[in-house]
């Protein structure tokens, strides 16, 4: 495959543009860290809302839906799709508690929440294990997908792969913090949305496809094209659907899908102007995540299942690549080499916009964590403004080294995303929960962390075959949700002062009755936010499978969803201000 000069001088006007963007705005983001890091909490929602989508699609994003489903179908992705119902949660239910909050990280969040020196470790360990470890594990796979691409499209190695692709990443990060990352984001994500939706309809006309008819009429494509996981085969439905709807969505801690809100979800809605902008740019997102953006990874995904039918076949075609680095997620990259002249261009921009948007995110999120959780609270309490900014700089390309050197461990996406799940379960409904009940205390946190964590490095690493692998998740979660509720009962609660401060500074719905005082008023109805949450996921799904079924060709059923959609849109708009 050979890139034009068009090609090229498309892909280096967009690293300009994102380079000079950061350059613009890196005096004003200099200026504190609450403008490094929040961007002086005056985000517009549709901003805000558009760098949340732009940060989930990654360059990891695609490769791992082609994997789960040639190997899966396309029922497989409700391991993903499950995540709706804590995004839509967080929508009407935690975003205005965490603008109302104030804090500059959500980390901060927990010498609020908490007292005393327990809340305290808490803080800082977790600003060091998400912000640093388990940071750099989620940024390893979005470098792995970009290894994969370079190797596949370009032919470069592992190591000029990365760091042509970190560079310029870590350069407008670095320059202009959030506000930089915000608007690189923007045009980052329009331009991968034109490049992935243009690639589907080219691939669907190869002579190997034949068209969309064709595709979908093809023996192997066919049985990889429903919905739903076949409800005969219980090995497929439970851990397929059943335990991502029961268990997974509040039970397991992800990133940009945290039951609750959290990491940068949560940076993003505390930069919101207020409220209802936080609450607006989290539906936003979540509308555009869920409903919007799988399709033309679908579609790509099956014409891969005819042009390159088997893992050998992929072999076959790049014999340069790794053996060790063949996968089913390779097969997305493999599928754009067949793209003509400039939309090639396009599209490895639009990669590599999904690979910087993602990647200057969690910089910035993780440096956040680094020097407003552990540098500025534990290490220099009296640092200037300056001199904190210049630490996120310098972690800012720390963060960027560690990720890169453990990229090169990894072989897949979805074995990446499957650690990650693992490591989370359990700990979900301790974020849920926190808000509305009193007893919840920093032990509560601490052990369901340290639980969870080691039962995923022994059902991951020293014993993967000690149980089922459909069922390890089911597991974890069972074993490290019993064991935070035992310490929370076994452990003494927060302080009265902690608690009624709790209950001053951010006025949850309800739980806190023993601790408001007389004169404050609840804000907000919960279950007039749980309806919002419910019509939230019936628009969303609607949507996605009404999609699905236009592209199917089953015009019946995608015009009964689509009224479906639509209705429940209308009764979102009409509660919309009572909320």
Same mark, same amino acid.
């Given at each position: 495959?050979?890139? !034009? ?23 004003? @983001? ?24 732009? !940060? ?12 789960? +489903? ?5 029922? /497989?992705?409700?391991? *993903? ?5 804590? /995004? ?44 640093? #470890? ?54 980052? =994500? ?56 029961? +268990?997974? *969505? *509040?039970?397991?801690? &992800? ?15 505390? %930069? ?44 076959? %075609? ?5 053996? @060790? ?23 490895? $921009?639009?990669?590599?916009? %999904? ?15 680094? +020097? ?19 630490? /996120? ?13 453990? $990229? ?8 990446? =995303? ?52 459909? &069922? ?29 401060? =709790? ?37 969303? &799904? ?7 079924? #236009? ?27 009572? =909320?």
């Amino acid at each position: 495959m050979q890139l !034009t000069t068009l090609d090229w001088s498309i892909i280096a006007a967009f690293f300009i543009i994102s380079l000079v963007i950061g350059i613009v705005v890196s005096r004003k @983001a200099g200026s504190s860290s609450a403008e490094f890091f929040l961007s002086g909490r005056n985000m517009p929602w549709w901003l805000l809302g558009i760098s949340m989508v732009a !940060t989930t699609f990654s360059a990891d994003t695609p490769n791992l839906v082609t994997d789960i +489903v040639r190997k899966n179908g396309v029922s /497989g992705n409700w391991v *993903w799709w499950a995540f709706l119902l804590t /995004g839509m949660l967080t929508v009407f239910v935690y975003s205005k508690l965490w603008r109302r909050s104030g804090v500059l990280t959500d980390l901060e969040f927990y010498e609020i929440r908490y007292g005393g020196k327990s809340a305290a470790f808490l803080r800082g360990f977790r600003a060091l294990y998400l912000g640093v #470890f388990f940071n750099v594990m989620i940024m390893a796979t979005v470098c792995l997908a970009a290894i994969k691409i370079g190797g596949v499209m370009l032919g470069l190695s592992e190591y000029e792969t990365l760091l042509i692709a970190s560079v310029v990443t870590v350069l407008y990060s670095s320059l202009g913090g959030l506000r930089g990352v915000l608007i690189t984001d923007f045009f980052q =994500f329009i331009l991968a949305m034109v490049g992935t939706i243009w690639a589907a309809n080219v691939l669907l006309d190869l002579p190997q496809v034949g068209g969309l008819q064709n595709l979908l009429a093809n023996q192997e494509v066919a049985k990889l094209t429903n919905f739903l996981p076949d409800f005969s085969d219980t090995e497929s439905l439970i851990p397929l659907l059943i335990i991502p709807l029961a +268990v997974q *969505w *509040w039970s397991v801690w &992800y990133p940009g899908a945290e039951p609750g809100g959290g990491g940068y979800i949560a940076q993003r809605m505390l %930069a919101a102007k207020d409220e209802q902008n936080a609450m607006g740019a989290t539906l936003l997102f979540n509308i555009s995540h869920y409903a919007l953006r799988p399709w033309p990874w679908i579609i790509i995904a099956l014409c891969s299942v005819i042009v390159f039918p088997n893992l050998d076949s992929i072999q076959a %075609a790049f014999p340069h690549i790794d053996a @060790a680095m063949i996968n089913d997620d390779l097969a997305y990259p493999a599928m754009l080499t067949f793209l003509p002249a400039g939309l090639l261009g396009l599209v490895i $921009a639009s990669l590599v916009a %999904a690979f910087m948007s993602t990647i200057s995110t969690h910089l910035n999120w993780g440096s956040s964590y680094v +020097v407003n959780d552990f540098y500025q609270r534990f290490v220099k309490p009296d640092a200037t403004e300056k001199e904190l900014v210049m630490v /996120g700089r310098v972690s800012t390309v720390l963060l960027m080294l560690f990720a890169a050197m453990f $990229a090169l461990a990894l072989s897949n996406a979805l074995q990446a =995303f499957g650690i990650l799940l693992q490591i989370g379960a359990g700990t979900g409904l301790i974020f849920i929960l926190r808000w509305f009940w009193w007893r919840i205390n920093a032990w509560t946190e601490i052990s369901g962390m340290v639980i969870s964590f080691i039962v995923a490095i022994v059902l991951e690493v020293i014993a993967p075959e000690l149980v089922p692998s459909n &069922y390890k998740l089911l597991v974890g979660v069972g074993i490290a949700t019993m064991g935070w509720l035992t310490v929370t009962f076994l452990t003494q609660p927060e302080t009265e002062d902690t608690l009624r401060g =709790f209950a001053k500074h951010v006025n949850p719905t309800i739980g806190w009755k023993n601790y408001r005082s007389a004169d404050t008023a609840v804000i907000g109805n919960l279950p007039l936010q749980i309806l919002g949450m419910f019509l939230g996921c019936v628009v969303v &799904y609607t949507a996605l499978f009404a999609t699905g079924s #236009f592209v199917y060709g089953n015009t019946t059923l995608a015009v009964i969803l689509t009224a479906v959609s639509v209705t429940s849109i209308g009764a979102l708009v009409s509660l919309w201000k009572r =909320f």
